[in-house]
Each structure stands twice: as C-alpha cells, then as structure tokens.
C-alpha cells in the first residue's frame, strides 16, 4: 500500500474519532474534567491551601471553547441596579451612597488646595456603606460555614482565619475571572409563567423537563443560571419589595442541585433570586440553608445570585459564553454590585 494511501486513513481515522467526540460533546456526554468525579462531583481535591475550589477546572483549552460559542456578537448585562431602596435578603445590612466631595462643597469649603483654579475644575467622590451580598453577586466560598468551629471550605476555621476587617481565606479576591460555557435553564418559561410562585422548589424533574423543552444538553464545566422570573419585577432599583419578595423564595431542591453537580459537573450555579436555594428549607433540614453548605462547603462551587436573566429568556438564548468579574475587594464574601455578561 502506498505511504499515501495509508496517511489518507490515518486522516480519516482521527477525524472519524473526532467527529464522534464532537458530536458526543453536543450530546451532552463528554469527558471528565480535571476536579470532577461523576456521581460524587468536586470537593476538597485542589489541596490544603485551595481556596478556588471547582472554578480551578477551567482552563486555556475550556475559555477557547466558551468564546466559540460567540456567532452574533450580542452582548446580555446580567446585572442589576442597585440602590438605598433595593430589595435584599434581610440577613444582610442596607447600603447607602453618600456624597464625599462634591464640586460645590469644596467651593465652598475652600479645604482643598486645588479648589481655585483658571478652569473651576472640581468632582464628586462618594463614601459606600454597603454589604458584601446585595444586588448581582458571587457568593465567595468563604460566605457559609457550618459545626461548632464556624469552618468552611476546604476546613479553613473562624478561629484561624477569620478576622476584624473580613474573611482571610476564601474572599472575593480568590475568584478568579470566569469564562464559560453558560446554560441558561428557563424554568418559568417551560411552565408558561412569568414567574414562579413563592416557595416553589425546582425539582429534578423540571430540569430535565426544561432542558428537554429547550433543546439543551449540560456539560461538564457549564456555569448554569435557573430563571425563576423573580427579575422581572426588579425594575429600576427593585424598589417594590412585596413583589419580589413573592417570587424571591422559589429555587433549586437540593436534588436538583445535586443533579447539576454531581451527574453533569456544573463549575457555577445560580439564579435570579437572592439565595438561588428554595426558602425556607425542608422541615427537619439540618440546616436553615442546606444548599449553601452543599455547593459552598462541601463541593467548592460559586453561587450566582440575581442574575438578569429576563433578556436571555425572551430571545431564547439558552447557551451563551458567560463571563463574570468580581470585585478585588480583601476580605469580602461575595463579588457583589458587580456586572456580568453573556454573549452569543
């Protein structure tokens, strides 16, 4: 046989056996990732100084994919307004944005040097009084923690590394820029409502049942959002807190949660809700928020919370390449007012 016949099936071969991967990936059945173990999920595997956890998986080969996904260039801003007025979990403190230095005040004033010059040149500064998890967020893996000794991902301890001015293991710093592959799971849409109504829990079922609707597969490494609808009431600064509140406590069961982890490999989870989990916990729960514990202690997977989900929804963009960037702020427990995007 001739050295070019034979490198013509050489040829063949690998692209047959790439065709087959390829279309497996599109199928929803591909490999393991590097960190994820199928039926168990993440975990405590990066190491004692970990504080990454799952969002370790990405890599150079796993952005190159997310961006691919890229065919319109059309950009979704999934974050949300945030003000004085806003809703938020009331296990969290209000925020206020006051006015530092404003033009006329140091006018006035006259207490700072550069206040007189040719051109009147002033500006306006503010001071935040703000908490850590409201409006669109990250929850850090140092947020929960759980036992006597207040521990949480990967056993780092209140006692060791907690601290006067924010967590020291854990914080928003360590989440590292994200690019993946993002799935959006429109529940309330597959139901024909235009939100889910309070306490509704998000069963294993309607995953499928959605996923199925929409014609999408899961892949190990997806960052998936569950739209509940909640947003659609925020408005201009989710100023009317009866309403959101009506739908802000429908979410994921823990089986369903359990189902994106351990049997398709989720990296992140979230939702447009502000806990992502159904409130309140099931009765006899060992904890009042058992999803946290799960995703944040024991697997090492970021929680998305109020995500901006209404404009995806409406154009059926249910895969996406998602980026998120925190805020570097030492010490804080969430990525928080911050601005992700989708693009497809």
């Known amino acids: 046989m001739k050295r070019s016949s034979i490198g013509w099936i050489v040829a063949a071969t690998v692209i047959g056996l790439w065709a087959v991967q390829w279309l497996d990936a599109q199928e ?25 956890g ?39 403190s209000p925020g206020e944005i006051m006015t530092f230095r404003s033009p006329e005040g140091v006018k006035r004033q006259k207490d700072f ?59 928003a710093v360590s989440i590292p820029p994200i690019v993946t592959r993002g799935v959006l799971i429109d529940v309330a849409g597959y139901k024909g409502l235009d939100a889910l109504p309070g306490h509704y829990g998000i069963t294993v079922e309607d995953v499928k049942n959605t996923l199925e ?79 946290h514990d799960y995703l944040l202690i024991e697997q090492g997977v970021h929680i998305a919370e109020f995500h901006y989900l209404e404009d995806l929804a409406r154009d059926k963009a249910y895969e996406f390449c998602y980026v998120g960037l925190v805020n570097k702020i030492r010490g804080t427990t969430a990525g928080f007012t911050m601005r992700p995007i989708a693009i497809r």
């Open 213 to 291: 609707w929409q014609g999408v597969s899961l892949r190990p490494g997806d960052t998936v959002l569950v739209r509940t609808g909640t947003l659609r009431y925020w408005g201009e600064n989710g100023s009317d807190h009866e309403k959101i509140a009506e739908h802000d406590s429908a979410g994921m069961i823990m089986e369903a949660t359990k189902f994106l982890i351990e049997e398709n490999g989720a990296i992140m989870v979230g939702s447009d809700t502000s806990g992502y989990q159904r409130w309140p916990a099931p009765e006899g729960a060992e904890s009042f928020m058992p999803s």
């Open 113 to 171: 040097a550069a206040h007189d010059n040719p051109a009147r040149t002033a500006w306006h500064s503010c001071a935040l009084f703000i908490n850590d998890n409201v409006a669109t967020q990250i929850d850090a893996l140092g947020h929960a923690t759980t036992g006597d000794d207040n521990h949480w991902y990967n056993g780092f301890t209140e006692a060791e590394w907690g601290g006067n001015w924010g967590v020291r293991k854990c914080d």
């Open 54 to 92: 799952a969002l370790n998986a990405m890599s150079n080969e796993s952005v190159l994919s997310a961006v691919q996904l890229v065919g319109k260039g059309k950009v979704y801003d999934l974050g949300i307004a945030y003000d004085r007025d806003s809703f938020k979990w009331p296990g969290h």
């Open 28 to 52: 929803g059945d591909s490999p393991s990732i590097p960190g994820w173990t199928p039926g168990k999920g993440w975990g405590w595997v990066w190491g004692p100084d970990d504080e990454v």
